[in-house]
C-alpha cells in the first residue's frame, strides 16, 4: 500500500471550512453536494449515504464521522473522491456524539480503507486533530488525508528484526481470522521473536487482534523477521506454514465465487408489495410470520472488587469459556461442517489476545470491577476493528464480541447469554438489529424459516453460517427492520435481499408455487435419502447419526438416519457451569428416547457414558491437571475412579428406559478387560436398584489394545463401536490436534484399517456387531470401504448421510469386499484413497 494516496481524490475545492449545517442531514447533503460538484457521484448518492446511516454508525470517534455509500450502491460513484466539512462549533451527529469533521467518501477501490488507517492514526495524535478543526488552510486537512506522516515530520519506517524475508500476501480474501490463527499458532511454537511488517505498520504474528489490524489484503507486501541463533531455520518453517495455507483459502474463494455465480430463477411479487431493502445473504424464498428479537445495548454495572478477586474471577470466566468453545467446536463440526467450525476456533483464539487481557487488568488497576472492565476492554478493541473499514474486520470485531459475551456472563450472572432466549413455539422470520455467530449456528431449521438483519454484510459469519443451514437471509436492512410489528406475515427472499411486508394473497400464492417447485426437486433427494443403505446385491448398513440434544434428532431422522448411533454426554457437562444433576440428566435421555419414537416403533438410541479427559477438560469437575492427559485419566479409567459421576448418569438412562425404548449404554475408552466386568457389575447392580430395563452394554474401540484383544472383549459386551478418530490418534502416535501432523492422521492408513478387520473378525468369533462413529463414516468412500471391512452400522454428522446412503446404494458389497482386501495390502494413505476409481 502506498504511504502517499493521490491528492486527485481531495481538492480545496472539495472542503468547507467553518461549515455550520443545521442538522446531521444537511451535513450529509452538503457533503454529497461536494462530491457531485466534483464528479465523483451520481447526485441520487445521497440517498444511499443516508440510507447507510439506518444501518451502521459512521461516527468514527473523537469528533470524527465518515458518512459514505451502501456498498450495493457502487456503481454510483463515477472515481474515487473524499469531501470534507469542518464543524468548529460541533454537531451532533448521533445522541452524545459530536462530530466536528465529516469526510464523506466515495470509493470503488480501496481509496476509503487508506482514508480510514489515516483516520485512527488521527485520533491517536490529538494535537494534530485538534489543529484540523479550527485550520483555516485547507493544504492541512488535503496533507493529513492524503501523506501518511505527521505535520511536524515524516513517520519513521519501522526497523526489521535481524532475519528478514520477503512475502507476498496470496489468500484471495486477505488475511482474514482464519488463516490469522493459524499464523498465531505457528509463531507460538517459537521462542524466539517474530515481526509482521507492511509499510510503516508492524504487529507480533503471536498476536491476533494485531495482526488482523494490518488490513492485509491480496498482493501486500510484507518483510517477515526474526532474531536469535536459529532465525532462517524459524522464518523457512513459519513461511511454509502461512504458504500452506494459500490452496485452501483459494479453494474457498473459488467455492464462494462458484456459489454467487449459480442461476437462479428469482420470485417477484405480482403487485406493488412494500417491501424492506437489505442486502440478499443466503438464497431461498420463505413464507411466516416474522418475530422481532428486541435490541437492548449491553449495560454492565462497574462494581470495583478487590484486584486479586478480580484477576481470578478474570481467569476463571477465561477457562470455562475455553472450554465452552472447544465445546462449540466440536459440535459444529459435527453438525455443519469443520469450515464452518473454524469460526468458533478462531473466536476461541481471541481469548488467547495479550492486548486484550492486558487492557482489561489496566481498567482493573484504575479501580474498575472485572466485569466492566472486561466490557469495555471488547468494546475498544472491537471499535478498533470496525473502525478499519474493512468488512471483513467488521465481521471479526462482531466475533469479538460474541466470544466477549460468553466471558462476561461468566462474570456477571445478570447478562444475558443470548438474544434468542424466547422464540414463539411456532416457525418465524426472525428480524434483528444483529445476530452472533454462536446465535446463529444455535438455530434448528425447523424452528426457524429465515433471518432478517438491520446490520452486518454478507460476509459475516452469521451470513456464512445461515448459508450452511439452508435459511434465506438478508443484512444490512437497516433500523427501519425492528419498527416491524412482530406477527406481521412477511415472505422473505434471500436472494434479492428483499422482506415483503403484508403480501397480498397473490402474492402468497406465487411465492407457494415458486418454493413448492424447488421442494419438488429436494423431494427426490430426500426420497432417495429415506431409503435404506442396502447395496445393489442385498448387503444391509445401519446408518446412525452423532447427536448431543433432544432437539437435533428431527434434523438427522430428516437427513435419513436411522438411529442415533452416538449420544455424546459429556455436552450435557462441557456446555453448563456445574455438573449436571441426575434428576437433569434422565430429563434429556427420555426426550432423546422419545425424540426417536415414532409410528413404527422406537428408533435405536445408543448413549455413550462421560467421555471426559484428553482434549476435553470440565473445570466444574475439578480433574487433578496431567501432563499428557491423551494418555491420563479419561474415558473409563474416570468413569471407575469417579462414581460421584458414573452412577448418577447410569441410574438417569435406566430409569429414562423403564417407559420404554431402545436404549444401549456404551463406555469410552476402554483399554483392559478388567475395566469392563467392572463395568458390567455396576450396571448391574445400578439396573436392579431402580428395577429397570436390561439394555444392551457395548464399548468403543479407541485403542490399539482393545482392537487386538476383541475376541476377548466381544465375549463380555454386546457390540462394538470403533472411534476412528482416536484409534488413529494412538495408532500412529500423532496428536490430531497439532497443525503440523494433523494432515498426517488419517483413518484410511492401512494400518487403522488391519485394526479395524481385526475388531470385526473378533466380534464375529461371538456373533457381536460393528459400528463405526468416527469421521471416516460420513466419508462415501470411507463408508463403502468400511461396509466391505463387515462393518455393520455407520454413524455420522447428519449432513453426511444422503450422500454415504447414495454411495452405497450404488455399489455391491462383491465390490467393495474385494476393494477392502486390497486397501489392507496398501502401503500407504494415498493408495488406499486411489482405490476410489474402482467404485466409478
Given at each position: 500500500?502506498?504511504?502517499?494516496?493521490?491528492?486527485?481524490?481531495?481538492?480545496?475545492?472539495?472542503?468547507?471550512?467553518?461549515?455550520?449545517?443545521?442538522?446531521?442531514?444537511?451535513?450529509?447533503a452538503?457533503?454529497?453536494?461536494?462530491?457531485?460538484?466534483?464528479?465523483?457521484?451520481?447526485?441520487?448518492y445521497e440517498?444511499?449515504?443516508?440510507?447507510?446511516?439506518?444501518?451502521?454508525?459512521?461516527?468514527l470517534?473523537?469528533?470524527?464521522?465518515?458518512?459514505?455509500?451502501?456498498?450495493?450502491d457502487r456503481?454510483?460513484?463515477?472515481?474515487?473522491?473524499?469531501a470534507?466539512?469542518q464543524?468548529p462549533?460541533?454537531?451532533e451527529?448521533n445522541?452524545?456524539q459530536?462530530?466536528?469533521?465529516?469526510?464523506?467518501?466515495?470509493a470503488?477501490?480501496?481509496?476509503?480503507?487508506?482514508?480510514l488507517?489515516?483516520?485512527?492514526?488521527?485520533i491517536?495524535?490529538?494535537?494534530r486533530?485538534?489543529?484540523?478543526?479550527?485550520?483555516?488552510?485547507k493544504?492541512?486537512?488535503?496533507a493529513?488525508?492524503?501523506?501518511?506522516?505527521?505535520?511536524?515530520?515524516?513517520?519513521?519506517?519501522?526497523?526489521d528484526?535481524?532475519?528478514a524475508?520477503?512475502?507476498?500476501?496470496?489468500?484471495?480474501?486477505?488475511?482474514?481470522?482464519?488463516?490469522?490463527?493459524?499464523?498465531?499458532?505457528?509463531?507460538?511454537?517459537t521462542a524466539?521473536?517474530l515481526?509482521?511488517?507492511?509499510?510503516?505498520?508492524?504487529?507480533?504474528?503471536?498476536?491476533?487482534?494485531?495482526?488482523?489490524?494490518?488490513?492485509?489484503?491480496?498482493?501486500?507486501?510484507?518483510?517477515?523477521?526474526a532474531?536469535?541463533?536459529?532465525?532462517?531455520?524459524?522464518?523457512?518453517?513459519?513461511?511454509?506454514?502461512i504458504?500452506g495455507?494459500?490452496?485452501?483459502?483459494?479453494?474457498?474463494a473459488?467455492?464462494a465465487?462458484?456459489?454467487?455465480d449459480?442461476?437462479?430463477?428469482?420470485?417477484?411479487?405480482?403487485?406493488?408489495?412494500?417491501?424492506?431493502?437489505?442486502?440478499?445473504?443466503?438464497?431461498?424464498?420463505?413464507?411466516?410470520?416474522?418475530?422481532?428479537?428486541?435490541?437492548?445495548?449491553?449495560?454492565?454495572?462497574d462494581?470495583?472488587?478487590?484486584?486479586?478477586?478480580?484477576?481470578?474471577?478474570?481467569h476463571?470466566?477465561?477457562?470455562?469459556?475455553?472450554?465452552?468453545?472447544?465445546?462449540l467446536v466440536?459440535s459444529?463440526?459435527?453438525r455443519?461442517?469443520?469450515?464452518d467450525?473454524?469460526?468458533?476456533?478462531?473466536?476461541?483464539?481471541?481469548?488467547?489476545?495479550s492486548?486484550?487481557?492486558?487492557?482489561?487488568?489496566?481498567?482493573?488497576?484504575?479501580?474498575?470491577?472485572v466485569?466492566?472492565?472486561?466490557?469495555q476492554a471488547?468494546e475498544r478493541?472491537a471499535?478498533k476493528?470496525?473502525?478499519?473499514?474493512?468488512?471483513?474486520?467488521?465481521?471479526r470485531?462482531?466475533?469479538?464480541?460474541?466470544?466477549?459475551?460468553r466471558?462476561?456472563?461468566?462474570?456477571?450472572?445478570?447478562?444475558?447469554?443470548?438474544?434468542?432466549?424466547?422464540?414463539?413455539?411456532?416457525?418465524?422470520?426472525?428480524?434483528?438489529?444483529?445476530?452472533?455467530?454462536?446465535?446463529?449456528?444455535?438455530?434448528?431449521?425447523?424452528?426457524?424459516?429465515?433471518?432478517?438483519?438491520?446490520?452486518?454484510?454478507?460476509?459475516?459469519?452469521?451470513?456464512?453460517?445461515?448459508?450452511?443451514l439452508?435459511?434465506?437471509?438478508i443484512?444490512?436492512?437497516?433500523?427501519?427492520?425492528?419498527?416491524?410489528?412482530?406477527?406481521?406475515?412477511?415472505?422473505?427472499?434471500?436472494?434479492?435481499?428483499?422482506?415483503?411486508?403484508?403480501?397480498?394473497?397473490d402474492?402468497i400464492a406465487?411465492?407457494?408455487?415458486?418454493?413448492?417447485?424447488?421442494d419438488?426437486?429436494r423431494?427426490?433427494?430426500?426420497?432417495?435419502?429415506?431409503?435404506?443403505?442396502?447395496?445393489?446385491?442385498?448387503?444391509a448398513?445401519a446408518?446412525?447419526?452423532?447427536v448431543?440434544?433432544?432437539?437435533?434428532?428431527a434434523?438427522?431422522?430428516?437427513?435419513?438416519?436411522e438411529?442415533?448411533?452416538l449420544m455424546?454426554?459429556?455436552?450435557?457437562?462441557?456446555?453448563?457451569?456445574?455438573t449436571?444433576?441426575?434428576?437433569?440428566q434422565?430429563?434429556v435421555?427420555?426426550?432423546?428416547?422419545?425424540?426417536?419414537?415414532?409410528?413404527?416403533?422406537?428408533?435405536?438410541?445408543?448413549?455413550?457414558?462421560l467421555?471426559?479427559?484428553?482434549?476435553?477438560?470440565?473445570?466444574?469437575?475439578?480433574?487433578?491437571?496431567?501432563?499428557?492427559?491423551?494418555?491420563?485419566?479419561?474415558?473409563?479409567?474416570?468413569?471407575l475412579?469417579?462414581?460421584?459421576?458414573?452412577?448418577?448418569?447410569?441410574?438417569?438412562i435406566?430409569r429414562?428406559?423403564i417407559?420404554g425404548?431402545?436404549?444401549?449404554?456404551?463406555?469410552?475408552?476402554?483399554?483392559?478387560?478388567?475395566?469392563?466386568?467392572?463395568?458390567?457389575?455396576?450396571?448391574?447392580?445400578?439396573?436392579?436398584?431402580?428395577a429397570?430395563?436390561?439394555l444392551?452394554i457395548g464399548?468403543?474401540?479407541?485403542?490399539?489394545?482393545?482392537?487386538?484383544?476383541?475376541d476377548?472383549?466381544?465375549?463380555h459386551?454386546?457390540?462394538?463401536?470403533?472411534?476412528?478418530?482416536?484409534?488413529?490418534?494412538?495408532?500412529?502416535?500423532?496428536?490430531?490436534?497439532?497443525?503440523?501432523?494433523?494432515?498426517?492422521?488419517?483413518?484410511?492408513?492401512?494400518?487403522?484399517?488391519?485394526?479395524?478387520?481385526?475388531?470385526v473378525?473378533g466380534?464375529?468369533?461371538?456373533?457381536?456387531?460393528?459400528?463405526?462413529c468416527?469421521?471416516?463414516?460420513?466419508?462415501p468412500?470411507g463408508?463403502?470401504?468400511?461396509?466391505?471391512?463387515?462393518?455393520?452400522?455407520?454413524?455420522?454428522?447428519?449432513r453426511?448421510?444422503p450422500?454415504v446412503?447414495?454411495?452405497?446404494?450404488?455399489?455391491?458389497?462383491?465390490?467393495l469386499?474385494?476393494?477392502?482386501?486390497?486397501?489392507?495390502?496398501?502401503?500407504s494413505?494415498?493408495?488406499?484413497?486411489?482405490?476410489?476409481?474402482?467404485?466409478?
Amino acid at each position: 500500500m502506498s504511504s502517499v494516496m493521490s491528492s486527485a481524490v481531495i481538492a480545496a475545492e472539495m472542503i468547507s471550512l467553518d461549515a455550520q449545517p443545521a442538522s446531521k442531514e444537511q451535513a450529509i447533503a452538503w457533503a454529497c453536494q461536494l462530491l457531485v460538484a466534483a464528479g465523483c457521484v451520481e447526485p441520487g448518492y445521497e440517498a444511499s449515504m443516508s440510507q447507510r446511516e439506518a444501518v451502521a454508525n459512521t461516527y468514527l470517534g473523537h469528533d470524527l464521522a465518515i458518512p459514505h455509500g451502501l456498498g450495493e450502491d457502487r456503481a454510483m460513484v463515477r472515481r474515487d473522491g473524499i469531501a470534507v466539512l469542518q464543524i468548529p462549533a460541533g454537531l451532533e451527529w448521533n445522541p452524545g456524539q459530536t462530530a466536528r469533521l465529516v469526510v464523506a467518501i466515495a470509493a470503488k477501490s480501496d481509496t476509503h480503507i487508506n482514508i480510514l488507517r489515516r483516520l485512527t492514526r488521527l485520533i491517536q495524535d490529538t494535537e494534530r486533530l485538534d489543529r484540523l478543526f479550527v485550520t483555516s488552510d485547507k493544504q492541512d486537512l488535503i496533507a493529513a488525508l492524503t501523506q501518511d506522516g505527521t505535520m511536524s515530520a515524516p513517520r519513521a519506517p519501522a526497523a526489521d528484526l535481524d532475519t528478514a524475508i520477503n512475502w507476498t500476501v496470496t489468500y484471495p480474501a486477505g488475511l482474514h481470522a482464519r488463516p490469522a490463527t493459524a499464523w498465531v499458532e505457528a509463531a507460538r511454537k517459537t521462542a524466539l521473536r517474530l515481526q509482521i511488517r507492511h509499510g510503516a505498520e508492524v504487529a507480533d504474528p503471536r498476536n491476533l487482534v494485531g495482526l488482523l489490524q494490518l488490513g492485509l489484503r491480496q498482493g501486500d507486501q510484507l518483510v517477515i523477521s526474526a532474531e536469535g541463533n536459529d532465525a532462517p531455520a524459524v522464518l523457512a518453517r513459519f513461511r511454509a506454514v502461512i504458504d500452506g495455507l494459500t490452496a485452501g483459502e483459494q479453494r474457498d474463494a473459488a467455492k464462494a465465487a462458484a456459489a454467487q455465480d449459480l442461476p437462479v430463477g428469482l420470485w417477484a411479487p405480482q403487485g406493488q408489495t412494500a417491501f424492506l431493502a437489505g442486502i440478499g445473504a443466503s438464497p431461498g424464498l420463505a413464507i411466516g410470520p416474522v418475530h422481532v428479537v428486541a435490541h437492548e445495548a449491553t449495560e454492565v454495572l462497574d462494581r470495583p472488587a478487590p484486584l486479586a478477586d478480580g484477576g481470578s474471577a478474570l481467569h476463571e470466566a477465561i477457562v470455562t469459556t475455553r472450554l465452552q468453545m472447544r465445546a462449540l467446536v466440536d459440535s459444529t463440526t459435527r453438525r455443519l461442517g469443520a469450515a464452518d467450525a473454524a469460526i468458533f476456533k478462531a473466536q476461541s483464539e481471541l481469548l488467547n489476545d495479550s492486548d486484550l487481557i492486558t487492557l482489561t487488568c489496566q481498567l482493573m488497576v484504575e479501580g474498575h470491577g472485572v466485569a466492566w472492565a472486561w466490557n469495555q476492554a471488547v468494546e475498544r478493541m472491537a471499535g478498533k476493528l470496525s473502525a478499519l473499514g474493512n468488512p471483513v474486520l467488521a465481521g471479526r470485531a462482531a466475533d469479538l464480541r460474541d466470544v466477549g459475551r460468553r466471558v462476561l456472563t461468566q462474570l456477571d450472572t445478570t447478562q444475558s447469554a443470548g438474544s434468542l432466549q424466547s422464540l414463539p413455539a411456532h416457525p418465524c422470520i426472525i428480524l434483528a438489529h444483529d445476530l452472533s455467530p454462536s446465535d446463529t449456528a444455535s438455530l434448528e431449521p425447523g424452528s426457524v424459516l429465515g433471518l432478517a438483519i438491520a446490520q452486518g454484510g454478507p460476509t459475516a459469519h452469521s451470513a456464512i453460517l445461515a448459508r450452511t443451514l439452508g435459511l434465506p437471509a438478508i443484512v444490512a436492512a437497516g433500523t427501519g427492520l425492528l419498527g416491524v410489528e412482530t406477527g406481521t406475515l412477511a415472505i422473505i427472499d434471500g436472494r434479492s435481499g428483499r422482506l415483503y411486508l403484508n403480501p397480498s394473497a397473490d402474492d402468497i400464492a406465487s411465492a407457494q408455487s415458486w418454493i413448492a417447485a424447488r421442494d419438488a426437486e429436494r423431494a427426490t433427494q430426500a426420497q432417495q435419502r429415506s431409503l435404506p443403505a442396502t447395496t445393489r446385491d442385498g448387503q444391509a448398513i445401519a446408518i446412525g447419526a452423532n447427536v448431543n440434544r433432544p432437539d437435533q434428532v428431527a434434523y438427522a431422522l430428516d437427513e435419513g438416519a436411522e438411529a442415533v448411533g452416538l449420544m455424546r454426554t459429556e455436552f450435557l457437562f462441557l456446555e453448563a457451569g456445574a455438573t449436571p444433576s441426575e434428576a437433569e440428566q434422565h430429563d434429556v435421555y427420555r426426550g432423546m428416547i422419545q425424540a426417536l419414537s415414532g409410528p413404527r416403533g422406537d428408533r435405536p438410541l445408543i448413549i455413550r457414558a462421560l467421555d471426559i479427559g484428553g482434549d476435553k477438560q470440565v473445570a466444574h469437575l475439578d480433574l487433578p491437571h496431567e501432563d499428557n492427559p491423551f494418555l491420563g485419566v479419561r474415558g473409563a479409567r474416570l468413569l471407575l475412579r469417579r462414581p460421584d459421576l458414573l452412577e448418577p448418569q447410569l441410574r438417569a438412562i435406566y430409569r429414562a428406559a423403564i417407559p420404554g425404548g431402545d436404549v444401549s449404554i456404551m463406555f469410552p475408552m476402554v483399554t483392559s478387560l478388567d475395566e469392563v466386568l467392572q463395568l458390567r457389575a455396576i450396571c448391574e447392580r445400578i439396573r436392579a436398584a431402580v428395577a429397570g430395563p436390561e439394555l444392551p452394554i457395548g464399548i468403543m474401540i479407541e485403542v490399539p489394545a482393545a482392537a487386538i484383544m476383541a475376541d476377548l472383549f466381544a465375549e463380555h459386551v454386546d457390540f462394538f463401536s470403533i472411534g476412528t478418530n482416536d484409534l488413529t490418534q494412538y495408532t500412529l502416535a500423532i496428536d490430531r490436534q497439532n497443525p503440523d501432523l494433523a494432515a498426517e492422521a488419517d483413518s484410511l492408513h492401512p494400518a487403522v484399517l488391519r485394526l479395524i478387520q481385526q475388531t470385526v473378525q473378533g466380534a464375529g468369533a461371538h456373533k457381536r456387531w460393528v459400528g463405526v462413529c468416527g469421521g471416516i463414516a460420513g466419508d462415501p468412500f470411507g463408508a463403502a470401504l468400511l461396509a466391505g471391512l463387515g462393518v455393520a452400522e455407520l454413524s455420522m454428522t447428519p449432513r453426511d448421510i444422503p450422500a454415504v446412503k447414495a454411495r452405497l446404494r450404488a455399489s455391491d458389497s462383491t465390490t467393495l469386499q474385494d476393494i477392502a482386501r486390497r486397501a489392507l495390502a496398501c502401503h500407504s494413505p494415498a493408495q488406499v484413497r486411489a482405490l476410489e476409481s474402482l467404485l466409478a
